[in-house]
């Protein structure tokens, strides 16, 4: 079997598709690592498994808020991740150049329609509003 030096190869990747750096491959890989290993310690696998795209983007997006908090989608959107699709064009790019494994039922289809951003990574930084609540009445003091 031939080895592959994961630089050499990502550079490859870089020279051919320009839409995303080194940081978004850097993340993606950081995520799968950290989906593997959290759903083994769910499971009680003692190895790590293969992942869904859709296990896979929620994984991300929860390395994301652990690792980043409220700078997680500005990051990601800095390194033109902007969607759960963006994650599925890193993915396949990395497997088509050997860099990661799929199954014959993994597909870039199976990114497609995530999670809104915005919601994902804004909204749990933001103040929950209290809609359509009326303030409490406070009690009177006695004088």
Do not use: C
Request: avoid cysteine.
């Amino acid at each position: 079997m031939q080895q592959f030096d994961y630089n050499e190869v990502l550079e490859i990747i870089l020279a051919k598709d320009s839409r995303y750096p080194r940081e978004a491959y850097q993340f993606v890989r950081e995520g799968l690592d950290y989906t593997q290993h959290k759903m083994a310690r769910m499971s009680g696998a003692k190895e790590p498994r293969h992942v869904t795209g859709r296990e896979l983007t929620d994984g991300m997006r929860q390395y994301a808020l652990e690792t980043y908090g409220p700078m997680a989608g500005l990051l990601l959107d800095e390194w033109g991740i902007r969607s759960t699709e963006d994650f599925g064009e890193i993915v396949f790019n990395l497997v088509e150049n050997n860099l990661l494994a799929k199954t014959e039922k993994d597909t870039r289809d199976d990114f497609a329609g995530g999670y809104d951003f915005e919601e994902a990574f804004t909204a749990p930084f933001q103040p929950k509003a209290k809609r359509g609540k009326k303030p409490a009445k406070r009690a009177k003091r006695a004088k």
